[in-house]
């Protein structure tokens, strides 16, 4: 869900975001009602919630930070999403350099430091000068954010690739051998050992502790886990694809649909080619696309009436790509996508699109590229 946008950067909040505010919302309230004598359950409940948003402000903050970064060094960002591990900063290609990397990666973690301190200073404020005291619920909200400020900083800088800290770790390799995928490679494996620690770990203190909040441990090790491996393969694919152009790869755009052809026809056309999509075209031009699911959609006495153009998604739906970039430019476009179907539009100079890239297309260029790849690369 689209919440807003900050510097060109859609924000968007993911359903699973409730999830860690929940979580926050009731160990905060849980901290309160149980510190202070005579809590009332509603107050400690609107406590709770505070904590909750103050938290999830903090981290748009911390990706904020690696996303304005990220565009000074020339990085195009396509959105920040919240979910239920936190958030993430889609920045849609790798960084130039392990200095741009090392840069990128530090500023996040920093300015959560910086919030907890900030925080935890004006919580330890009137024990300082001794003046003056804050209500009690106050105690518990500077309390409780500040320390989750702290806390966020320093596990995000566990060298644990894909988190900041892995990327810190990898901009050190990749200075010390002058190697992007060789970094990414180490760097990621560092990651899934952390993440299966975290999940031995967590299995321990449930079954032999009885600690069952550990479960989210177990959670985030696999999730951590299976990000190494999704970015090291990202890394992999980037360099297999590097040297491939576009339009070697892309799907001609020569088998279209008319504009105005009608829907049981459209419908045929799928039944005998079993294609799930097909551009459609209007007056020689690339105008959309259409696909099984926008006709499901219809009501069956209105296919005979209704024609493909009113059905369609407009191509300005889609990510557009120029025919003489690189096919790992489209890769990189193609992964970010939640569109039916994932595909990247092709277009020449002048703007005409000329075909598409998806899954498909992508998959053949690598497993060509595997006949040129050099694994030592």
């Not at 975001?17 to 979580?23: K, P």
């Not at 849980?30 to 005579?38: E, K, N, P």
């Not at 966020?152 to 892995?166: H, K, Q, V």
């Not at 209704?306 to 191509?315: F, K, R, V």
Request: proline content about 3%; aromatic content about 12%.
């Amino acid at each position: 869900m689209r919440i807003g946008e900050i510097k060109g950067i859609e924000i968007k909040l993911h359903f699973s975001t409730l999830a860690i505010v929940g979580l926050v919302a009731f160990y905060s309230g849980y901290f309160y009602y149980s510190l202070f004598t005579g809590a009332l359950i509603w107050i400690a409940v609107i406590i709770g919630i505070i904590n909750g948003f103050i938290i999830l402000g903090s981290i748009l903050a911390h990706e904020l930070m690696h996303s304005l970064v990220a565009q000074k060094y020339g990085l195009g960002v396509q959105e920040i999403e919240f979910h239920m591990f936190g958030g993430v900063s889609k920045i849609e290609e790798e960084p130039k350099n392990p200095k741009s990397e090392a840069l990128i990666s530090i500023v996040g973690p920093l300015i959560s430091l910086g919030l907890g301190c900030a925080i935890l200073a004006i919580y330890y404020l009137p024990q300082i000068l001794a003046s003056f005291v804050y209500t009690a619920e106050l105690t518990a909200i500077l309390y409780y954010s500040g320390f989750s400020n702290f806390a966020l900083g320093i596990f995000n800088l566990l060298p644990a690739f894909p988190m900041d800290g892995g990327r810190l770790l990898r901009a050190w390799i990749w200075k010390r051998r002058k190697n992007l995928l060789s970094a990414t490679r180490a760097a990621a494996n560092v990651g899934i050992v952390f993440g299966y620690g975290m999940v031995g770990f967590g299995f321990i203190e449930m079954f032999l502790l009885g600690v069952f909040s550990s479960f989210w441990l177990v959670i985030i090790g696999l999730f951590l886990s299976s990000s190494a491996r999704q970015a090291k393969q990202q890394v992999e694919y980037d360099v297999k694809l590097q040297n491939v152009n576009s339009k070697n790869i892309m799907h001609k755009s020569s088998d279209t649909i008319p504009h105005d052809m009608k829907i049981n026809d459209v419908i045929s056309q799928f039944m005998n080619t079993r294609r799930s999509f097909f551009p459609v075209s209007e007056d020689h031009k690339i105008v959309g696309i259409i696909t099984i699911n926008n006709i499901q959609k219809l009501p069956p006495e209105q296919r005979s009436k209704e024609i493909a153009g009113n059905l369609m998604t407009d191509i300005s739906k889609y990510p557009t790509i120029n025919q003489d970039r690189t096919a790992k430019k489209a890769y990189r476009k193609l992964s970010m996508l939640e569109t039916d179907p994932r595909v990247v539009l092709v277009h020449d100079d002048e703007n005409n699109i000329v075909g598409y890239i998806g899954e498909r297309e992508i998959s053949s260029a690598l497993r060509i590229s595997d006949l040129f790849f050099d694994e030592s690369s």
